[in-house]
């Protein structure tokens, strides 16, 4: 092995990551500044927004009573929740359709379409999850639950659900561009998915049968881990992580060679 190389070697990798690093932090303050202007609270709305619709679901849920198969109280459950849904859902609508309006990007040299993936992706990941983080103190600070029970877990499931929410978007995303149908069925199967998510009920008050056929679905392992965090010792949380990390690789890699694929194709106008 040439030894002499190496420093080179590794020079030209910190390079590389330098102005990989300056090309998303440019990519992610274009975009802050492309969806929520300067007016106003500005870049604040990228964490209130998803605030507001979790507070709103909250609410609702309070008022309403709503059943969830368990003594837990609503707002600790709307929360964990919602934000979870708003984590995972929100991230392919961003992704889809993504390439097209940012082409004249392209003739600059550095920058690639991961690079716009990587900068949409991180930008709804810092919404959701300050935006999670924010309620949950709230919550607990106003008495309305008490704080989780092993901190550690809810953000490994939480982290588990972002990688779910990035490799289902790069997927999807990359599979826009070669059918353009992609858009037109998230749209629908984002909100059927809705439901059987977990966000609303606990798998272990589902009986038998609909249990094997919701555990299918990688997000509610994802979200049961977030409430065996939170309240683990009140309920009996139904999950799988390694097999949703399975299927989470699985994703990333098919996602990842479509990118590449159409990345190749991909055209400065």
Known sequence: MDTQNLPVERGSLMKSWQVQRRVIFALLMRETLTRFGRHNIGFLWLFVEPMIFTLGVTTLWTLTQALHGSNLPIAVFAVTGYSSVLLWRNMPSRLI???EPNLSLMYHRNVKVIDIFLA???????????SFAALSIFFV???WFEPPEDILKVVAGWLMLTWFGFSLAILLGALQELYEFVEKLWHPASYLLFPLSGAAFLVEALPDSAQKVLLILPMVHGVEFVRDGYFGSQFNAVYDLPYMAAVCAIMSLLGLSILRKI???VSPQ
């Open 263 to 265: 990345s190749r194709a």
């Open 120 to 130: 949409r992706l991180l930008l709804e990941f810092a919404g959701a999850t300050t």
């Open 97 to 99: 359709g993504s390439i």
């Open 141 to 143: 600070t106003i008495g």
